[in-house]
């Protein structure tokens, strides 16, 4: 492919990008911008051109140690539930919005400290921006004219300048959107999201290529390296040496994947809920893993057909160009390149606020941004923010200029990891050790960047650089115990895991022991209590911070406005003054008012410019480590005596919800009581009145004929029945209430009581053509009052046959059991139960207005001595209410066996 048209490609490549980016800009609240993955694939950023092309050339050259770099943060995930959920935490109800706030807020706003942390960052992004952009000029020759190496010195001809120009143009653009640096980048982290799938699909694609295409499979690339490779060499571990360069290794990768600057940015910075962090935990490992599977083949493929000679770093495009299949090769650059976007876009971005909030801002811009308006000091800071993400990218285009082309990629990017993993003993022991102070912290990075100075950087710059190995060979002034790769004798580590170990032991070392000889201040002892005890500082929140000293709201609320804007700052006073109960017309500010403001104004500014704002109009007054701990425990017990209050308080409003749904319970049952007195007084009058007007008829007429005797004597029994019926059933129903009647259990068939209880109305059924159908897919055993179920089924069947139409009426029931009892469901196509009755149809004293009949039947007691029933065999009845005609009841029985 031409030069041009490969420039052209990319142009509409990053196009492309843009769009992505402002369509996720634009639609922030979506399901798919704000999906779970997009997260977790915002992660894979750590998947940079180090790892696209590098990997494959520390596999070609050290065998399956490349795993090392994978294995750390395939560790470090499970522990995020507990480790990164702890910095999270802290993060948000702080504002911080990068790892150098984070740490400076540790140490009680440490203005040098935050300044120190952000000189390591810079020093570890910047040779790493150039790794990439380095990765773009050779892959970008390589698929261009097929031949590595640079054609011309120009600036105004490099093509990378340009790529470099325009990754800062789009960065800056996305990364500086809002003043709040702590705020999510929406469109920045969704068009990473896309690229980290782009990358992955690519790079799984050479990898089949190469294995499936190039070669008959993994057996066959096996077969053929263990004639022409050195396989005992690449794939193993190489004895106790090899073990211990593994575990350090892997200890690098697992301090990197919470240390690097663009993985706080996309892991802490942009997290905004729990469902991401549960995604992220399986979710990366498993892309690690699939970004691995087909590394080891393409190196041993790419060392079978091109030998040792070609550039190992870039085996995925070389093996496509060497059997002329320049669609892929083009594909596997466009990979590399999203690998390369994504990292320079957010550790530009993560960078740019360090650069501002700790250095520019704190030590040069600080006195003039206070003396100017809110929106000349939003201006003010972005454009700031927007030059550090120019300066930092064209910094590592000058820097990329002097690389030796011959240094891989993998020797670069360790030297980054490597400064980085200074961060760690800050970082990790200060948010489990409150005695860790700001001067340990201090010293302990500047050791451990001079080890690395002295074990790597040193003897790497003599030998690449300026091409001599006297020091490496002989040591510095020819001591042989000061040697860079072999220190007082050590050589068992390779030259990476060598400076590892000597930088953070004097790192580590320097940092337990001067934080124990020197106490940190009071700010830095109130910050290490909340650091420490992150669950009761969210728990406490503004109560957490200590504070003593004279501050006016009014001065305070100027700052606010000033740094975040009049609206902004009179919102975030209404909330802080209604959520602590504070009388507006309230002059001097508390310890809650101060830690509130200082949190807003880290987003902005940083925590150091924040605490450097506050103190400029607050006088401060030393507090002592007693006073500390104590206003922190009585802060505490107050939390706990109003949250003690505050579930009283729900109890209460509780009981009297259910103390009110008590009383309109009863008023219901006192009107159904009166409703069921009139009603059986009437069902008890009716019978009455007419055996006592059929025995009058019968005493006075002597000369009566035998047949309409007979039909008075008739009329007296049924009327009797009827009397019997209801009386019976109150005497039922109260001695099932009371627990004075017993069940006859036995094991026998529930569905030929169910038959007999369809027998028994089966001459009304007929009588009013209804349909009455009974299934049941096998027979049913279990143990039950025989007599008492059949009142029960005889009764909802009674129940039916009063609600359904004459002639087109229809009754269904249905028998199953399963795993969990047994179901008995009556169904019909009658009137229905209405849903305001749903839950009074149980009830002793209720009548079913619904029924087919002028009047209502019965004495209202039937359905209550059906869940008496039931529920003495252990079972419940309800009423289905998602029907949208008829009705259906439905049994549930336990499983009862002899």
Request: proline share 2%; net charge positive; aromatic share 12%.
């Amino acid at each position: 492919m031409s030069k041009t048209a490969l420039i052209a490609l990319i142009f509409v490549y990053l196009g492309i990008l843009f769009l992505i980016a402002l369509f996720a800009e634009k639609n922030k609240g979506s399901k798919l911008v704000s999906h779970p993955v997009v997260y977790a694939l915002s992660l894979a950023v750590y998947c940079s051109a180090w790892t696209y092309y590098g990997s494959v050339g520390m596999a070609a050259k050290s065998g399956v140690e490349f795993l090392t770099i994978y294995l750390g943060p395939i560790i470090a995930a499970p522990l995020w539930i507990v480790l990164l959920k702890k910095i999270i935490q802290l993060s948000k109800v702080y504002n911080v919005s990068s790892i150098a706030d984070f740490i400076s807020l540790r140490y009680g706003n440490s203005r040098s400290l935050g300044a120190f942390v952000t000189l390591v960052c810079a020093a570890s992004i910047i040779p790493y921006i150039s790794l990439q952009l380095k990765a773009i000029s050779e892959t970008f020759e390589i698929v261009s004219t097929s031949t590595l190496g640079i054609e011309g010195s120009s600036v105004i001809t490099d093509s990378t300048f340009y790529i470099a120009l325009i990754l800062a143009v789009f960065a800056s653009f996305f990364g500086t959107l809002a003043l709040d640096a702590s705020k999510n980048k929406t469109g920045v982290m969704f068009s990473v999201a896309f690229e980290s799938v782009l990358k992955l699909t690519f790079f799984l694609i050479v990898g089949v290529y190469v294995t499936y295409y190039v070669f008959d499979g993994t057996s066959d690339i096996y077969e053929q390296a263990e004639l022409g490779l050195d396989l005992n060499q690449l794939s193993t571990i190489k004895g106790l040496s090899g073990g211990i360069n593994w575990y350090f290794s892997i200890a690098l990768s697992f301090l990197a994947i919470f240390l690097l600057p663009r993985q706080f940015q996309t892991s802490v910075v942009e997290f905004t809920n729990r469902k991401q962090l549960k995604t992220s935990i399986w979710f990366f490992p498993l892309y690690l893993l699939l970004f691995n599977v087909f590394v080891i083949f393409i190196a041993w493929g790419g060392m079978l057909i091109l030998g040792n000679q070609a550039n190992a770093d870039y085996f995925t495009l070389l093996i496509p160009l060497h059997f002329g299949d320049h669609w892929l090769a083009i594909l596997v650059f466009l990979g590399g390149l999203s690998a390369v976007i994504s990292m320079v876009v957010v550790s530009t971005v993560a960078l740019s606020t360090m650069l501002s909030n700790n250095l520019i801002i704190p030590y040069g811009f600080i006195k003039n941004l206070t003396r100017s308006k809110s929106f000349k000091n939003e201006k003010t800071i972005k454009n700031i923010r927007r030059l550090c993400v120019f300066s930092s990218i064209i910094l590592a285009y000058l820097l990329y200029a002097l690389f030796d082309p011959k240094v891989s990629l993998f020797s670069i990017g360790l030297i980054s990891f490597l400064i980085i993993a200074q961060l760690a003993p800050s970082f990790f022991i200060g948010m489990f050790w409150n005695r860790g102070s700001a001067l340990g912290s201090k010293a302990g990075i500047i050791l451990g960047m001079m080890m690395i100075g002295f074990t790597y950087l040193l003897p790497f710059i003599t030998e690449n650089v300026l091409s001599n190995s006297q020091f490496v060979e002989n040591g510095l002034y020819g001591v042989q115990m000061l040697k860079p790769y072999a220190l007082f004798g050590i050589d068992l580590l390779n030259p990476v895991n060598h400076a590892l170990y000597w930088s953070l032991l004097f790192n580590t070392g320097a940092y337990l022991v001067l934080s124990v000889i020197k106490k940190g201040n009071y700010r830095e002892r109130n910050y290490g209590e909340m650091f420490v005890n992150s669950e009761r500082v969210v728990e406490l929140k503004e109560n957490a911070y200590v504070w003593k000293g004279e501050a006016n709201v009014e001065d305070i609320q100027n700052i606010l406005v000033r740094f975040l804007g009049e609206t902004k700052a009179n919102k975030a006073l209404r909330v802080f003054r209604k959520r602590y109960q504070v009388n507006p017309e309230e002059k001097l500010a508390d310890a809650r008012f101060i830690n509130f403001s200082e949190r807003l104004l880290t987003g902005a500014v940083g925590s150091a410019s924040a605490k450097i704002l506050i103190s400029n109009v607050a006088k401060e007054k030393p507090v002592s480590l007693v006073e500390v701990l104590k206003i922190l425990e009585e802060n505490k017990e107050t939390i706990s005596v109003n949250k003690s209050l505050e579930e009283q308080s729900q109890k209460l409003i509780k009981l009297t919800s259910e103390l009110k749904s008590a009383n309109d319970e009863l008023k219901i049952q006192d009107q159904l009581k009166d409703d069921f007195l009139d009603t059986v007084a009437h069902e008890l009058k009716t019978p009455i009145t007419s055996i006592k007007a059929s025995s009058e008829v019968l005493t006075e007429a002597e000369d009566m004929p035998f047949e309409l005797r007979q039909k008075f004597l008739n009329n007296i029994i049924q009327d009797t029945e009827r009397l019997n019926v209801l009386i019976n059933d109150i005497l039922d129903l109260e001695k099932m209430a009371s627990g004075r009647d017993v069940l006859n259990l036995k094991l026998q068939a529930l569905d030929r009581c169910i038959e007999d209880a369809i027998n028994g109305i089966s001459s009304i059924a007929k009588r009013k053509n209804v349909d009455v159908r009974f299934q049941s897919k096998t027979q049913i055993q279990t143990e039950f009052d025989y007599s008492k179920m059949l009142q029960v089924f005889t009764n909802l069947l009674s129940n039916s046959l009063k609600f359904v139409s004459e002639n087109d009426g229809k009754i269904k029931v249905f028998l199953e059991e399963n795993s969990e009892g047994i179901s008995f469901k009556i169904r019909d196509n009658g009137k229905g139960i209405p849903e305001e009755e749903l839950d009074l149809i149980f009830k002793k004293f209720y009548q079913s207005k619904n029924q087919t009949f002028k009047k209502p039947l019965g004495s209202g007691f039937g359905l209550a001595i059906c869940k008496q029933i039931v529920q003495m065999h252990g079972g419940e009845i309800f009423a289905n209410s998602n029907l949208e005609k008829g009705a259906e009841l439905i049994i549930k029985l336990p499983k009862r066996n002899a």
